[in-house]
């Protein structure tokens, strides 16, 4: 079992940063495929980033409107994953969620498949216009 607990959100104006983080229980966090989904509201979840590492790197995937933006980066020996989200927009307040999945050959992308097993509760980011 993975409890996922998610830190960081807030509200800022547009062109502002917010850098969250997910802290993970467990001893396997570096096997897990890391990302962040965010629901904005009256809108479906969405995929935003994910971060997959094996022996020989890391995977890393973007959604198209936050690449160049945000990074997602992980720190196994803290059991974290963070996301640094720069030059926010109005369009990018959400609720953002921590998820956690198989690592499935070091695909990033493959959070994004169907294969989440655990989710945080999230963490509310309004950007004011």
């Known amino acids: 079992q993975v409890q996922l607990v998610e830190s960081g959100g807030g509200l800022v104006q547009t062109g502002g940063s917010l850098r969250l983080s997910c802290a993970a229980s467990?001893?396997?966090?570096?096997?897990?495929?890391m990302g962040w989904f965010r629901q904005a509201p009256g809108k479906e979840r969405q995929s935003v980033a994910a971060?997959?590492?094996?022996?020989?790197?890391?995977?890393?995937y973007y959604v198209d409107s936050v690449k160049g933006r945000f990074t997602i980066s992980r720190d196994n020996a803290k059991n974290t994953v963070y996301l640094q989200m720069n030059s926010l927009k109005p369009e990018d307040t959400a609720v953002y969620y921590c998820?956690?999945?198989?690592?499935?050959?070091?695909?990033?992308?493959?959070?994004?498949?169907?294969?989440?097993?655990?989710w945080g509760k999230g963490t509310l980011v309004t950007v004011s216009s």
């Open positions: 998820a956690a999945g198989p690592n499935r050959g070091g695909r990033a992308y493959s959070l994004f498949e169907g294969t989440v097993d655990y």
């Open positions: 467990g001893r396997t966090f570096s096997s897990y495929t």
């Open positions: 971060v997959a590492t094996t022996w020989t790197g890391t995977s890393i």
